[in-house]
């Protein structure tokens, strides 16, 4: 299958400052990847659809400006989590769909990070 | 309410012995997916369906969809300590373009 990569797979920060993470395909072109997060033992919930070279679109409930999504070139699209609390502490996956939006819909997920704020 | 209702949400059983997880929606879907996540690691997809009645087998894995495309389940044989982890199923209703929709996964233990 279609390899995705996500780094870095863990991430300590302290209260307040910015924690950047990447998503990368690696042997296909992406033109939309998607945010996920995380909780243990529960399923994944869909932060926003990172478009290339347009505007993430997000999920109700999700802050824009809290969870800054760029998706510059067809194999990368970062998400960094601005001004960062205890509470934003969680595993994010991002995930790529190969071919166009008419396919079956499959995703290939990076393999997550997780951040834990301190 | 959830669109794909996994169940059951937690199940142990001791290796050696059989499963099936049910994934269910009131909404007809144009595919299926099956994931397995691990700890600390990403969901790996294990199969996708796309026809009413569908069947596909991945060894010990069976997976089956609905005719009417509501549904889909996935049967586990002789289940191992190796088939532990997380099991989500994923559809791309027919009114939603290609946004994909989870179930809420299935947490599975294999004791040995």
């Known amino acids: 299958g279609a390899v995705v990569s996500q780094h870095p797979s863990r991430v300590i920060c302290k209260s307040g400052t910015s924690v950047k993470i990447e998503c990368r395909s690696l042997d296909f072109q992406a033109t939309t990847m998607f945010w996920y997060r995380q909780f243990p033992k529960q399923s994944l919930m869909l932060m926003a659809t990172s478009n290339e070279g347009s505007k993430a679109t997000y999920e109700q409930g999700v802050e824009k400006d809290k969870f800054l999504i760029n998706h510059a070139s067809l194999t990368l699209s970062t998400l960094t989590v601005t001004s960062a609390h205890p509470e934003d502490s969680s595993f994010y996956i991002c995930s790529a769909r190969v071919g166009t939006v008419t396919n079956t819909g499959e995703l290939f997920f990076g393999e997550g990070s997780r951040l834990t704020v301190l | ?112």
Request: proline share 4%; charged share 20%; glycine share 10%.
């Open chain 2, 1 to 112: 309410t959830q669109l794909l209702e996994q169940s059951p949400q937690f199940l142990s059983i001791q290796e050696g012995e059989n499963l099936t997880v049910y994934c269910n929606s009131s909404s007809v879907f144009s595919s299926l997916q099956w994931y397995r996540q691990e700890p600390g690691e990403g969901p790996v997809l294990l199969v996708t369906v796309v026809t009413g009645g569908e069947v596909k087998k991945l060894k010990r894995l069976t997976f089956q969809f609905g005719d009417a495309r509501k549904d889909s389940s996935l049967h586990i044989t002789a289940a191992q300590p190796g088939d532990t982890g997380l099991y989500l199923c994923a559809g791309v209703r027919e009114t939603s373009g290609s946004r994909l929709t989870f179930g809420e996964g299935t947490q599975l233990t294999v004791n040995p």
